[in-house]
């Protein structure tokens, strides 16, 4: 599985940005099949998950996005989305799609795209 993250960039606060994540060599059993998120780092900081897409179905987030981020898988494209609305300053960082096969445990990470946020 590879991981092709796009969609960062700068963003005044209370803008919108949206990131998308393609993966490459799944079919759709497998697309499915997958656990998804997105990860962000910011500068001096651990790597914090702030949404994830489980393979039942069942989205959640970070309590500092919930209401403002959504995350969504894109069939057509073999994508996991994520639509940042009301940015604040504080969701500055290096975002990172991941992807977690539940049969082997494996672990997938984009390259990281970077989203500044300025007040």
């Known amino acids: 599985v590879q991981l092709q993250a796009s969609g960062g960039g700068l963003v005044q606060a209370g803008g919108s940005r949206k990131l998308s994540c393609k993966t490459s060599?799944?079919?759709?059993?497998?697309?499915?099949?997958?656990?998804m998120g997105w990860y962000r780092q910011a500068p001096g900081t651990q790597r914090e998950l702030v949404a994830i897409?489980?393979?039942?179905?069942?989205?959640n987030y970070a309590e500092s996005v919930r209401g403002r981020f959504t995350i969504s898988r894109d069939t057509t494209k073999r994508a996991v989305n994520l639509q940042m609305n009301s940015l604040k300053p504080e969701d500055t960082g290096v975002y990172f799609c991941?992807?977690?096969?539940?049969?082997?445990?494996?672990?997938?990470w984009g390259q990281g795209t970077q989203v500044t946020v300025s007040s």
């Open positions: 897409s489980p393979n039942t179905g069942a989205t």
């Open positions: 060599r799944m079919i759709l059993s497998e697309f499915w099949r997958h656990n």
């Open positions: 991941y992807v977690h096969d539940p049969a082997t445990g494996r672990e997938y």
